[in-house]
């Protein structure tokens, strides 16, 4: 009853002891199955994580192939199909960095007004704490995180502050060691890029039906233009009535329509009295 857990525990130790020297030896299956041999003398192994056995290798004679989803120091993009960087120089990567182990200077065209590239970039990987903050809120996927992790110099500094030139790698590179994540983006790309196409062709569209409309609802026959005889004639009617206006002013013609409308003021107030006295008498 007493000691068994320590048993237990030894038993297991016992297992692993066993299980590594068996995996040392055998040939098939072999811990060194799907490796790759560098010069003779190195191997990049890919051992999966379910594999039993030994699970140490002999570094740096020996290397693991890293998963997809390493992260290392951040790096910079270049776009080689238009031939520029990704990067448009703002600062969002900085902002969300928490060591605050990133700089940029944004370049600028001949008569000093900025354009959107870096002229320097700078990272500390001496602070870098492999976050992957910069990659994550990089609105245009110009930085992404790097699978290289053998960086021992002497001297900390200048060795380890990365300068754009260092950072920046093709987008092949990138394709390479992120190949799901790569394809993921391209596809998003893609359909927005596709869903804006059709935004841009839906608005044409209906501009072209607008315009189409219009034209329709336009009379065939547009307005001739008056001649000057047609002009003068409609000054001279125009003058004719306004005189008479003037005259029909002048001989009383004012107050007679003042009293017209005084009268129908009258009757439009007797209405009135007699439907107040009628709902009176009603209730």
């Given at each position: ?31 060194y ?6 010069d003779?003398?190195r ?46 120089a ?25 354009v ?24 245009f ?50 359909e927005?890029e ?53 005259a ?20 439009l ?15």
């Amino acid at each position: 009853m007493f000691g068994s857990g320590l048993l237990k525990g030894l038993g297991v130790t016992m297992k692993h002891f066993v299980d590594t020297f068996v995996d040392d030896f055998q040939k098939v299956p072999s811990r060194y199955a799907n490796s790759q041999d560098i010069d003779g003398k190195r191997k990049i192994m890919h051992q999966p994580q379910n594999q039993e056995g030994l699970l140490t290798i002999q570094y740096p004679e020996e290397k693991r192939i890293v998963p997809e989803r390493f992260r290392y120091i951040p790096m910079l993009l270049w776009d080689t199909d238009k031939d520029e960087d990704r990067c448009t120089a703002c600062g969002i990567c900085a902002k969300v960095c928490p060591p605050q182990c990133i700089w940029i200077v944004r370049d600028s065209d001949a008569a000093g007004k900025p354009v959107t590239r870096p002229a320097e970039f700078y990272i500390d990987a001496s602070i870098c704490m492999s976050c992957g903050f910069c990659a994550e809120f990089c609105p245009f996927d110009a930085i992404k995180m790097n699978h290289d992790h053998e960086l021992a110099v002497y001297d900390r500094y200048p060795q380890l502050v990365y300068d754009k030139t260092e950072l920046t790698v093709p987008i092949e590179y990138y394709a390479a060691l992120w190949p799901n994540q790569y394809q993921a983006e391209e596809t998003r790309r893609r359909e927005d890029e596709e869903a804006k196409q059709a935004k841009a062709e839906a608005k044409a569209a209906a501009a072209k039906a607008k315009a189409a409309a219009a034209a329709s609802d336009k009379p065939a026959a547009e307005k001739k233009a008056r001649t000057p005889e047609e002009m003068e004639e409609m000054k001279q009617k125009a003058r004719e009535k306004a005189a008479a206006a003037k005259a029909k002013a002048a001989d009383g013609g004012g107050d007679a329509e003042a009293e017209a409308k005084k009268a129908r003021m009258e009757e439009l107030k007797r209405k009135a009295q007699e439907k107040a006295k009628q709902r009176k008498a009603e209730q």
